[in-house]
């Protein structure tokens, strides 16, 4: 996949690195990438946000952050989490082709572990928009830390990958029950695929 950037993307534009991506991924090798057909409804979900703070569950290997940083203003700031090294090192040459490296702090480890540093370590009081994509039994948990560290404000926006396939049960029960959430459903599918899969979008009420 990173063959494929560095020989079809150019360099600097973040567009074409996306581009380069899903064309591998359709017609050479699958992945587990956000791809086109949800990532337009990612791109609707940051453009309307329009967040200064952004964390991102789950790097992969950096399509899904190309396509939010090259939307954010110049001041904002997109945290990264990537629990997988072998990911991590391919996501930080997907970002810097695309030259968006100073928009995006990729960080290696657990979301568990560093979600209750992130004030002490990145300054940040509380995010505007969560993309959540990276293991399914970490969703809940995940967003219950969010809540219990205040990371999350007002209005703040949470995107959730694959809420139905490979599927969040658990999250999606918590987050379509509780009363400090509206939650809404973007019915798509799968990534480079015809399965059902969707987004689904929620804002903390406080
Ligand atoms: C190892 N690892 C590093 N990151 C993660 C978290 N992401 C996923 O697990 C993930 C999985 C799938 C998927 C896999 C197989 C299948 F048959 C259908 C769907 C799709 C996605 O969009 C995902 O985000 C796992
Ligand atoms: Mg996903």
Redesign the pocket.
């Known amino acids: 996949m990173l063959a494929a950037v560095q020989k079809n993307a150019t360099r600097g534009d973040p567009r074409s690195v996306v581009k380069a991506i899903d064309q591998f991924c359709r017609q050479k090798e699958w992945a587990?990438?956000?791809g086109d057909e949800k990532g337009c409804i990612l791109d609707s979900v940051v453009t309307e946000v329009n967040p200064a703070t952004v964390l991102e569950l789950?790097t992969?290997c950096g399509y899904s952050t190309v396509r939010i940083a090259s939307l954010l203003p110049s001041n904002a700031k997109l945290i990264t989490l990537e629990?997988?090294p072998d990911?991590a090192a391919i996501a930080r040459q997907v970002i810097a082709w695309a030259g968006l490296e100073d928009k995006v702090q990729l960080v290696e480890g657990a979301s568990g572990d560093w979600i209750p540093k992130m004030k002490e370590k990145f300054g940040i009081e509380t995010f505007d928009l969560v993309f959540l994509?990276?293991?399914?039994d970490r969703y809940l948990p995940d967003t219950k830390l969010m809540e219990e560290c205040g990371l999350l404000r007002k209005g703040s926006i949470l995107l959730a990958?694959?809420v139905i396939?490979?599927g969040t049960p658990d999250y999606l029960e918590y987050i379509r029950n509780s009363p400090r959430y509206k939650s809404q459903y973007f019915k798509s599918h799968?990534?480079y695929t015809k399965?059902e899969?969707g987004l689904e979008k929620s804002v903390f009420l406080g």
């Open positions: 587990m990438n956000v789950g992969y629990f997988n990911y994509d990276h293991w399914k990958d694959n396939c490979p799968l990534e399965v899969d």
